[in-house]
C-alpha cells in the first residue's frame, strides 16, 4: 500500500460547530474529520471527498460505505443502498442476515418478528409515507424450551384502502 503524509489537527468551531479530529493528506486534497457536533449534539465520522469510507478488522474491510452512499458488508462494491454478501456452499442453506425479536415473558403465544415496507405518497403540499406491506414470522401458541411447542408462522400483509391486512399465511 501507498504510504502517504498526513496532517492531524485538532479542529475547533469547524463545519459542524464542534470540536475533533481533522485528517488530511498531504496535498489537502483529501480530509477526514472526526468531530462531535454541538449542533444536534452528535458524534461525526465526516468524508469530504468522493471515495469509499471502510470499517475493517483483522486486516480485512467489513463494511463498505461507497462514495455515492451505499453501504456494503462482505462487498467492497455495494450496488444497491444495502448490499449484504457472503460466500456460501452450493446445495446448502446460508443464512444471510437474522431477525430476532428478543421478548421474552411467561406466555409467549402470538408473538411476532416483522419486516414492514412503507411507500411515500404523492401530496403537492406535505408528502409523507404510509404502510405499505409486511411479512410477518409468528408462534403458533405458547413458545417453550420443549420443541413440541415452536411452531411458528409467516404472514404476507398488504395494503388496501389504507390498511394493511393479511393476505397469505403459510
Known amino acids: ?25 498531504h496535498s489537502d486534497t483529501a480530509k477526514l474529520d472526526i468531530v462531535h457536533s454541538n449542533v444536534g449534539d452528535t458524534n461525526n465520522i465526516w468524508g469530504y471527498t468522493n471515495i469509499p469510507l471502510q470499517i475493517a478488522t483483522n486486516n480485512t474491510a467489513r463494511m463498505v460505505i461507497t462514495g455515492g452512499g451505499n453501504v456494503g ?10 448490499d449484504l454478501e457472503q460466500s456460501g456452499t452450493a446445495a446448502n442453506n446460508l443464512d444471510i442476515l437474522e431477525l430476532t425479536n428478543k421478548g421474552n415473558a411467561s406466555s409467549m403465544t402470538n408473538t411476532r418478528t416483522s419486516i414492514l415496507f412503507n411507500q411515500w405518497y404523492y401530496n403537492a403540499s ?26 411458528s408462522y409467516m404472514a404476507f400483509h398488504t395494503g388496501e384502502n389504507g390498511t394493511i391486512a393479511e393476505k397469505l399465511r403459510v
Open 126 to 151: 406535505s408528502p409523507a409515507l404510509a404502510d405499505a406491506a409486511r411479512i410477518t414470522v409468528g408462534t403458533e401458541g405458547n413458545w417453550t424450551s420443549t420443541t413440541s411447542t415452536q411452531d
Open 1 to 25: 500500500s501507498n504510504k502517504v503524509p498526513l496532517k492531524l489537527k485538532h479542529t475547533e468551531a469547524s463545519q459542524s460547530g464542534g470540536s475533533g479530529l481533522s485528517i488530511t493528506n
Open 73 to 82: 458488508i462482505g462487498t467492497n462494491a455495494a450496488s444497491s443502498l444495502l
